[in-house]
């Protein structure tokens, strides 16, 4: 079993900068793809980003390529999201979210992924 928390969110001026951290413990990191979700109040789940077990080959919706940057340190057990340029519809809450599968490439649908952080709140406004 594996547990993720978020942390890092705030309130952030347009064009701000923040960073997530999603901090994994209970199971062997490493094995995990890792996304980041977010939701807005009345929408659905977006994926935002993931990275593959190893780091490599992430993806990113249209929405954040070229602001958004995920990483990820297996030796610290943490997948990041650096988020810059931001905007007010990057307002949400965000998730991190783990997929035990063995795959070449990670998804960014909601449903391949098994656990399931509990959130960090995301809000820009002036």
């Known amino acids: 079993q594996l547990q993720l928390v978020e942390s890092g969110g705030g309130l952030v001026q347009p064009g701000g900068s923040l960073r997530l951290s999603c901090a994994a413990s209970g199971s062997t990191f490493n094995t995990y793809i890792i996304a980041w979700f977010r939701q807005a109040p009345g929408k659905e789940r977006e994926g935002v980003s993931c990275i593959s077990r190893g780091g490599g080959a992430p993806k990113y919706a249209d929405s954040v390529k070229g602001r958004f940057t995920i990483s990820r340190d297996n030796a610290k057990n943490t997948v990041y999201l650096q988020m810059n340029s931001l905007k007010p519809e990057d307002t949400a809450a965000y998730f991190c979210?783990?997929?035990?599968?063995?795959?070449?490439?990670?998804?960014?649908?909601?449903?391949?992924?098994?656990?399931w952080g509990q959130g960090t709140q995301v809000t820009v406004s002036s």
């Open positions: 979210a783990a997929d035990p599968k063995v795959k070449l490439v990670c998804s960014r649908s909601p449903s391949d992924y098994n656990f």
